[in-house]
Structures are given as C-alpha cells and as structure tokens.
C-alpha cells in the first residue's frame, strides 16, 4: 500500500480505536482452541495503542512541547528503502502505511500469548480519510515483574516500564517510534511514548 501523508486527525484516531474494540471483542470471545480460550484475559487488559509508523506519523502532525522520550537516527538507506521524506530540520517524517495496533495484557500464567506472531489479526480496512489500510492488530502479555518497575500502576507507566526495562526483541522494536494510547479512555489521544528520527 501506498504511503501517504496526509493529516492525521483525532477523528482519524476514534475510527481506529473504534475498529480496535471491535477486534479485542473477537480476540476475547471468538480466537483461540477452544474458542474463547482468551476470555480469562478480559479483565487483564492494560490499554490498546497505536504504535509504529502510524503513531509516529500522528506525532509528527501534532504541534506541542511534549518532552521527547528517545532521539533515533535514522540512516539514508531506509529513508530511500521506506519511502519517508525528511524536513529542514532533519527530522524524518514516517507517513502511514500500515495501522499497527498492540493490545497490552497484565501476564496471566493459565493463558500465554504466544510471542511467535503475538495472535496477529491482519485485514484491510477502508478508513474515511486514510483510505484502504492494512491493520495489524497484536497482543502482548507484560510480566508482572516488569509492571512492579512502573512508578504508578496506570497504563502510561506500565507500557512505559515494558519499553525501558523488558530487553526483548519487541519492546526494542517498538521504543524506536512514538505509541499513542487508543483505550481505557482515560489514556485515548495521549502521548504514551514520544520519539523524535532523525535524518543520521
């Protein structure tokens, strides 16, 4: 699909987060052997998120003074390889592709999420002003020693913990671009993680 660049605005987030509930009540009642083997994980979820290219370029079409969590550099070749454009001040400018949307559960021991795909959901969806996207939609259990690392016990602040202290291969993957907070509702349109990208 196509990248483009056109103004991400927050109705353009209520309609993914509307999209996203409506995965997460397939996930909890529909998914798994046997199905609804994930209904135990209702009461476990920490917040919904949209993450990667898509939470960056919404960043990047917002104008504050939120304090930047990471600086990244990023290297020409993948500028030219993933077709980002860069403005005057360096910065690159990721656009949306494809909609990234992570679920965030509190670590259950009597049903893991696998790690090998996350129970990837993946469909194309045709948004209003975004046009035809492919979402992928993925889940991830914290561990309950990382979630005791969090200052407070809120949703910002775990996944927060999860990106600076979980060393694995996916929070690395995800601290590299901004996450913006879909659901609970208290955390809908809120900075969870901000990067700035740099031209290197």
Not at 21 to 48: H, M, T, V, Y
Not at 69 to 79: A, C, N, W, Y
Request: aromatic share 8%.
């Amino acid at each position: 699909m196509e990248r483009i660049y056109n103004l991400f605005s927050i109705q353009d987030l209520q309609e993914i987060r509307r999209y996203s509930l409506i995965e997460l009540s397939r996930f909890i009642n529909e998914a798994g052997n046997p199905q609804g083997k994930f209904k135990i994980l209702e009461k476990d979820l920490i917040a919904i998120c949209l993450c990667q290219g898509a939470a960056q370029h919404y960043i990047e079409s917002l104008n504050d003074n939120i304090k930047f969590d990471r600086v990244t550099d990023v290297s020409i070749k993948e500028i030219k390889e993933k077709g980002y454009k860069v403005d005057k001040t360096n910065r690159v400018l990721s656009g949306v592709k494809d909609i990234d949307v992570w679920f965030f559960f509190k670590e259950n021991k009597s049903v893991k999420i696998s790690d090998a795909r996350n129970c990837r959901k993946s469909t194309n969806i045709a948004l209003t002003h975004l046009g035809l996207r492919r979402f992928d939609f993925l889940k991830k259990s914290i561990k309950n020693e990382i979630m005791n690392k969090a200052v407070k016990k809120e949703p910002k602040d775990i996944i927060s913990s999860y990106l600076i202290n979980d060393n694995n291969d996916t929070p690395s993957s995800l601290a590299l671009k901004s996450i913006v907070g879909l659901y609970p509702e208290t955390i809908f349109n809120s900075v969870i993680w901000k990067v700035k990208r740099l031209q290197k």
